[in-house]
């Protein structure tokens, strides 16, 4: 397997060659070796050819990480053919993303059996222009898909290749959890820094706070990359306590606005782990982020091939690596190539604070509330394992302030309701009070992204 399409896809696939009998991943209590996952690879481009997937194919697989799956990633790059990974939570809207994309085959291993697999031609899609224009590369390439929480999801195109290109520069390995999954371009970042750098990708069949503590233990993982949400989880579960977490030494988040509350909590439960807070979107890809501190929320972005700038307080990107185009929608690229991010910041010496997204700011009465700030205090108040805020409309005020709340231990409905109420006064300006507070059980504020889930609904 020493050829490949594009300069990056080949060295990656010679370096994963010279690895040889070293762990690239750790599934299952076990750990696969290089040539392990090289020889899975080959036996999917055998099967994949004989089927007549080839350069700009969409080939689409419901998975999360293991060594088929990352196996038949590599088979797909070695065949310039599409990748479009989707994760089981995205199996309800299928359907659209197969004829966004204008998928042929779909692989689905949530239920593998003896024959491994099912691998399924799909019927009554059409190509996409914008893929096959890009078929004429040569390169592989990679389908993943927005969020779809304001319209409908929005497919976007990468070069693989390019993709490849920021792991040029060789860089220390890591044992990495991969939270993140694999529809989710953060987490195709984490893996492909593993496969390149040396390091070893660690599955977790659930992101459940047991099972990532039970994973980080037996694999004696170093990194965590993961979201705020996920965090703030793990420290109400108390699942930590449990495991011998003491070879964690860089946790990363992102993906959200971290609360302040939820940083200083993790950063005492792990005095000896580096906290990193990242920053990179599906269309540009992931930056270099540097933060002041470990217990700071600014922090700085860039690194080669990104440029930034910041208008009317909202953060403007410029990268070499960006998307080749939204599958569905007009490209958000203007013509001198930045894109505007639609994260609202702060600046201070040339460090940035995300505020939260605009689409997210609640507007009452003419005033802009950030959810992130009203989510910091309600994790503030005793009692409290996670907060959501939202806006909702309201026929005076336009919007109002919203929350849902998670309990550590029960509690009176109407007495917590007041007593968090009153918290809340103490430290915001009367507008930023919730009008109304829901408790709910945890999970119900969780997408299967481990993010915060918003509602924007009528009163």
């Not at 439960?269 to 700071?296: H, I």
Request: aromatic share 6%.
């Amino acid at each position: 397997m020493t050829a490949g399409t594009g300069e990056h896809v080949r060295t990656l696939l010679a370096h994963l060659q010279d690895r040889a009998s070293t762990s690239v991943l750790a599934e299952a209590g076990r750990e696969i070796p290089s040539d392990e996952l090289l020889r899975r690879a080959v036996g999917w481009e055998g099967e994949l050819a004989s089927r007549g997937v080839g350069s700009g194919t969409v080939c689409s697989f419901i998975g999360d990480y293991a060594g088929d799956t990352v196996a038949l990633l590599l088979a797909l790059m070695r065949l310039g053919a599409v990748a479009m990974p989707l994760s089981p939570g995205a199996v309800p809207a299928m359907g659209e993303l197969l004829a966004i994309a204008g998928a042929r085959w779909l692989i689905d291993f949530r239920s593998v059996g003896d024959g491994g697999p099912s691998i399924e031609p799909v019927s009554a899609t059409s190509p996409n222009p914008l893929v096959e224009a890009f078929r004429s590369t040569g390169h592989p390439g990679l389908v993943v898909f927005t969020s779809g929480s304001s319209g409908r999801p929005k497919g976007i195109l990468h070069d693989f290749d390019r993709v490849l290109a920021k792991f040029a520069v060789s860089r220390p390995g890591w044992r990495a959890i991969l939270f993140l999954m694999m529809d989710h371009f953060g987490g195709i970042n984490t893996l492909c820094s593993c496969l390149k750098h040396g390091g070893v990708g660690i599955c977790v069949g659930q992101r459940t706070p047991e099972a990532v503590c039970q994973s980080i233990e037996s694999h004696r993982a170093d990194l965590l990359p993961t979201t705020p949400t996920f965090l703030n989880m793990l420290l109400a579960s108390g699942a930590w306590r449990k495991y011998d977490l003491s070879s964690l030494r860089l946790i990363t988040y992102g993906a959200e606005p971290m609360p302040v509350a939820t940083l200083q909590r993790i950063a005492a439960v792990f005095p000896n782990a580096k906290l990193q807070q990242t920053y990179g979107l599906s269309e540009l890809g992931v930056l270099r982020s540097q933060s002041a501190d470990r217990e700071s929320l600014w922090l700085r972005v860039g690194g080669a091939g990104f440029e930034t700038r910041v208008v009317d307080n909202v953060l403007h990107i410029r990268s070499i690596s960006n998307m080749v185009g939204y599958l569905n929608a007009p490209s958000p690229i203007d013509a001198e190539g930045w894109m505007n991010t639609g994260d609202v910041v702060e600046e201070r010496d040339g460090m940035l604070r995300f505020m939260g997204r605009v689409s997210e700011v609640i507007n009452v009465g003419g005033q802009k509330v950030f959810p992130a700030e009203v989510e910091g205090v309600l994790l503030e108040a005793p009692g409290v394992a996670e907060a959501t805020v939202y806006g909702r409309a309201h026929p005076l005020l336009g919007q109002a302030v919203c929350a849902r709340v998670s309990l550590l231990a029960p509690e009176a409905h109407e007495a917590v309701v007041e007593r968090l109420r009153g918290h809340c006064r103490e430290r915001l300006s009367k507008f930023k009070v919730p009008i109304r507070i829901d408790v709910v059980e945890h999970d119900t504020q969780l997408s299967d992204r481990a993010k915060k889930v918003r509602t924007v609904a009528p009163c």
